[in-house]
């Protein structure tokens, strides 16, 4: 029997709630992103769920017409692996940031993702604290000048996608605000993903940190700047695909093609290889002396946890039979004290 | 006379005297590898089927492997038997086992004068008292005068017992704690056939095992029978309990199989999400086991995802339990203020244990009652009820449950170390005793307002993830009352804080009406909550008996109280609130009902003792009244 579902469109997904990002932000971008992208997938709109924490970003399920969960500061993926636990069949996603995913809720971050919850996690990533106006975060770069670091920050900065990478990841990717095709791709591929899925999203803050991405996001300097990441692909870049990346021993370098030198002489881009390895140093590759990679860093298929979780409830239901009330309360060492005040061991009926 | 175990027959010896007594409490105490709570285990079941009434106290090193033989490393186990009604495992041991010089260190100052004591003279080495800080033998040097002391080279003898069983000495030396069980059977009169059956089923896989237990217990047995130095039994008649089935239960047990109950009774999945943690641990592992009851636990990764995916999965329709001790809920409480924000069902059950900050893990207190009532941000109100011994729990874990759901609320219960590891026997239930606690989800999406309210209750709908039409957005931001909109109106503020309050206050309605135990009105009246009820009652009965006005009532529910918690206050002249904190309780029935209290605070890691209460009811009553 096929259950007909009804054609959605994005203006399905969009909320009467008046949207209070500043103008010009890069959430603006994402949040059109993902509500023509959820219409797309077949998916009956009540069984999305979108969950958040604290911060601009987090704002997000306030404007998606789906159930939504606005909750505590870095806390998003505890609550989202409850849902997700309790109802397997529900599509949950997180909208975070990098001072909510990486601070205050990095412990979680890791936990989720080591796990393999189904849950699929964007974390808009504008190396800034927006929300709180404009302090540093766990993405900005070293002697960064913001409000609490007016002589410049002296924190090293973490690459989310090798944290996560570290986490045990099975889908990782990074993609851009503005990119909208190469976002929506992204997030399609995380869909398809069974498992836990981190997308980091390079997000302009045009408050507190405008420009951010400027220099692989601006038409003249995309091609030069950044490199696709795809599955089978060579790994090379540049106007006319002109430039590739290839491995000299251990380290990758930047080759100009042409001259004896093909596609074929670069990497190769696997994202299911089974170790994480070469993804983690992709992941290192930035500027000056490299393009920013984006893309699908790593796709492997390893057992949901909530899956996991619902099968080993089934198993010893199978084993042990659906345990009853009576069973629940009746069990363990039990006497009986009769009418008459004597004693028995085990259940008498009376 | 006396009675010896052979193979096949038993044979009649010597005169004893017997004595019959109204109840009995033994101590077992030992290292943490000699086996004490599985031997206080033994003692506890073939008391159970002789019929007594009982109740036991493990008392755990805080160590996982302290150093063998040092006093932080001694185990105990005390159980108090009787012919009657009893509720706490007892103040002061009438018998204690001390397998080694620091268990006899440990808990000498706790038995009652007068009383026995087993001593196992073969660990009574030099290296051991050093260990344990005797300068010289207590067995020896006279210090136990005051005491029938029986000295057993429990260890040579329960070898020698085994001399033919082919067993390796640490082997045989781990059945040295059936040895001493024989001889308290043969103390106190009880049958050592329970524990048999016990062993033989234990170790059904290895055989050889069970007989070497086997016969170390029948030889332990054997040697109070045949030694000059035993002269008198005891023995403890089954006490008056109530027709039924009853199994000996420990308070995390009892909630564990309380919370499965409801989620039973709810028909709504259950799911823990919980943290390791001391004394609460036992509800994470018990609930681990009920998988096949539908039962889904998750161990997080901290105290705050814990409980954040019960919040998570209470969204999506799960009877959804955290449970914790004091530094935990500390950690859940801006979590817990989001479930007071979005109205979601969750129950919270905190094991209190000695604080402040990480404090005593293993010990007992009472002290979380005031972080549970107010340690959070904002306007805050929650129901918190306390369980009152371990069988209670059970009830208590259900009523918890159907307040959570039927309110939309989370709601703190409080237990305590003493009761989570105490046992006492429970009285199964009929199954058609127990509440119905079933509850529908939201559905009718055509006019849904995610915070509309029931009239009576104030709970706002449970609409869950997957329900089409009622796409919603819950949150930590104020909510505008009906839409559940954000809002930073100051109006609508005031009224959704109004409404959390009056949610909370309404659940009184239901509170069944205050029991007196005593009189209704008079001289003084003893308020307890939580663990201290065994205590309390046991010294206002003894008190009555002597004449003296005093009554008491014990509270389940603190947040709200019993809405006639004021008249019966008045109807006293003076008031007693014995607490295991610094007078928590007192400072809420002060605030509460403008009344003064006499506050009798015990912060020592430790029960109260009867006695104790007993000693303050007098020292009020007798004391010259000041009538200014
Ligand atoms: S502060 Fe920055 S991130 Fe926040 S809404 Fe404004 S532009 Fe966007």
């Not at chain 1, 103008?23 to 959820?38: N, T, W």
């Not at chain 1, 986490?167 to 990119?179: C, L, N």
């Not at chain 2, 009622?470 to 931001?477: A, D, F, N, S, V």
Request: with cysteine.
């Amino acid at each position: 029997m096929s259950v007909e579902l009804p054609v959605l469109k994005k203006s399905d997904f969009q909320t009467d709630q008046e949207v209070r990002w500043c103008p010009g932000c890069g959430d603006y971008a994402i949040l059109s992103a993902v509500q023509s992208f959820f219409p797309t997938l077949g998916i009956p709109k009540e069984n999305f769920v979108v969950v958040s924490g604290i911060g601009c970003s987090s704002r997000f399920p306030y404007y998606m017409d789906t159930f939504g969960f606005h909750s505590i500061h870095g806390r998003a993926p505890g609550i989202a692996t409850g849902i997700k636990m309790a109802r397997p069949e529900l599509e949950v996603w997180v909208a975070t940031g990098d001072g909510d995913a990486l601070s205050i809720g990095g412990n979680h971050l890791i936990h989720l993702l080591r796990r393999n919850v189904g849950v699929k996690i964007v974390m808009f990533n504008n190396r800034i604290y927006g929300l709180t106006k404009g302090q540093y975060s766990p993405t900005s770069e070293v002697g960064k000048r913001t409000k609490s670091t007016p002589f410049g920050s002296i924190d090293r900065p973490f690459n989310p996608l090798s944290l996560a990478l570290g986490a045990g990841a099975t889908f990782v990717a990074r993609t851009v605000d503005i990119f909208q095709r190469h976002l929506k791709e992204t997030l399609r591929q995380a869909v398809e993903h069974e498992g836990s899925a981190f997308i980091e999203v390079y997000q302009n803050c045009n408050i507190f940190n405008d420009g951010a991405f400027k220099y692989m996001t601006e038409k003249e300097s995309r091609d030069t700047q950044s490199i696709q990441l795809e599955h089978g692909q060579p790994l090379v870049f540049g106007k006319d695909k002109s430039l590739g990346i290839r491995m000299n021993c251990t380290q990758p370098e930047v080759v100009e093609l042409g001259d004896g030198l093909g596609p074929d002489d670069c990497l190769t881009w696997d994202a299911h290889d089974p170790s994480p390895a070469l993804a983690f140093l992709v992941a290192q590759l930035s500027p000056p002396d490299f393009p920013t990679p984006i893309g699908v860093f790593r796709s492997v298929s390893r057992p949901a946890y909530e899956l996991a979780s619902v099968a080993q409830v089934e198993e010893l239901t199978e084993q042990r039979g659906e345990g009853t009330l009576q069973d629940l309360i009746y069990s363990g060492e039990a006497w009986t004290v009769r009418q008459d005040g004597t004693v028995v061991s085990g259940v008498e009926e009376a | 006379m006396t009675t010896r175990i052979t193979d096949d027959k038993e044979v009649s010896e010597r005169q004893v005297e017997l004595q019959k007594m109204g109840e009995v409490v033994v101590r077992f105490a030992g290292d943490s590898g000699d086996g004490m709570q599985l031997t206080g285990n033994q003692f506890t079941s073939t008391s159970a089927l002789m019929g007594n009434d009982l109740a036991t106290f493990p008392d755990f090193p805080a160590e996982i492997r302290a150093p063998a033989g040092s006093i932080a490393g001694v185990s105990a186990f005390q159980v108090r038997i009787a012919d009657y009604d009893i509720h706490t495992p007892g103040d002061a041991p009438d018998a204690l086992v001390a397998m080694n010089p620091a268990a006899l260190k440990k808990s000498l100052a706790d038995v009652r004068p007068n009383g026995i004591i087993i001593a196992n003279t073969d660990e009574f080495d030099e290296r051991n008292l050093k260990k344990a800080g005797y300068e010289t033998n207590p067995l020896e040097d006279g210090s136990l005068e005051g005491y029938r002391l029986y000295t057993a080279d429990i260890t040579t003898m329960t070898r020698r017992a085994l001399e033919d069983s082919g067993l390796d000495l640490k082997t045989q030396d781990r059945c040295k704690n059936f040895f001493a069980l024989g001889m308290i059977y043969w103390v106190y009169s009880r049958p050592v056939e329970t524990s048999i059956t016990w062993l033989k089923q234990k170790f059904k896989r290895r055989p050889e095992i069970a007989a070497a237990n086997v016969k170390a217990l029948t030889a332990g047995y054997n040697f109070c029978d045949i030694t000059e130095a035993f002269q008198v039994r005891y023995e403890v008649e089954p006490a008056p309990l109530e027709a039924g089935v009853y199994r000996n239960i420990m308070g995390n047990g009892a909630l564990a199989i309380g919370l499965v109950a409801a989620s039973r009774r709810s028909g709504l999945p259950l799911y823990l999400g919980s943290y390791p943690i001391t004394p609460a641990s036992d509800i994470l592992h018990e609930l681990a086991r009920f998988k096949n009851y539908g039962v889904t636990t998750f161990q997080a990764e901290d105290e705050i995802a814990a409980v954040c995916a019960a919040i998570g999965a209470s969204f999506g329709g799960a009877l959804a339990v955290t449970s914790t001790s004091g530094p935990g809920l500390a950690l859940k409480s801006e979590a817990i203020n989001l479930a007071v924000m979005v109205e979601l069902p969750l129950v919270v059950c905190n094991i209190q244990r000695g604080g402040p900050s990480t404090g005593l893990p293993t010990k007992t207190e009472q002290s979380d009652l005031l972080q549970a009532m107010f340690g959070r941000n904002g306007d805050s109100p929650i129901p918190v009820l306390a369980a009152s011994s371990p069988a209670d729990c059970f009830d208590t874990a259900l009523e918890a449950c159907r307040i959570a759901v039927k309110y939309m609320v989370p709601v703190i219960l409080l237990s305590d170390g003493y009761i989570a590891n105490g046992s006492e026997p429970w009285k199964l239930p009929s199954l058609e005793s127990l509440p119905d606690l079933r509850t529908e989800f939201w559905s009718k999406a055509e006019g849904f307002q995610p915070y509309s309210r029931d009239e009576k209750t104030l709970a706002r709908p449970w609409a869950v993830p997957g329900t089409p039409g009622l796409e919603h957005r819950i949150g930590g931001l104020e909510k505008e009352d009906l839409t559940g909109n954000v809002s930073y109106s100051a109006t609508n503020h005031e009224k959704m804080t109004h409404y959390r309050a009056e949610k909370v206050r309404r659940i009184a309605n239901e509170i069944p009406e205050l029991v007196v135990d005593g009189d209704p009105a008079g001289d003084l009246l003893v308020v307890g909550w939580g663990s201290t009820q065994g205590a309390v009652a046991g010294a206002v009965r003894q008190a009555r008996r002597e004449g003296l006005s005093v009554s008491q009532i014990h509270l389940r529910y603190i947040n709200p109280f019993p809405p006639d918690l004021g008249d019966v206050l008045r109807r006293f002249e003076r008031v007693l609130v014995p607490e295991m904190n610094s007078g928590q309780l007192a400072l809420l029935l002060r605030a509460g009902y403008m009344r003064d209290v006499i506050s009798y605070g015990k912060v020592q890691g430790k029960p109260f003792f009867r006695t104790e209460i007993y000693d303050k009811i007098k020292e009020i009553l007798e004391a010259p009244r000041d009538v200014s």
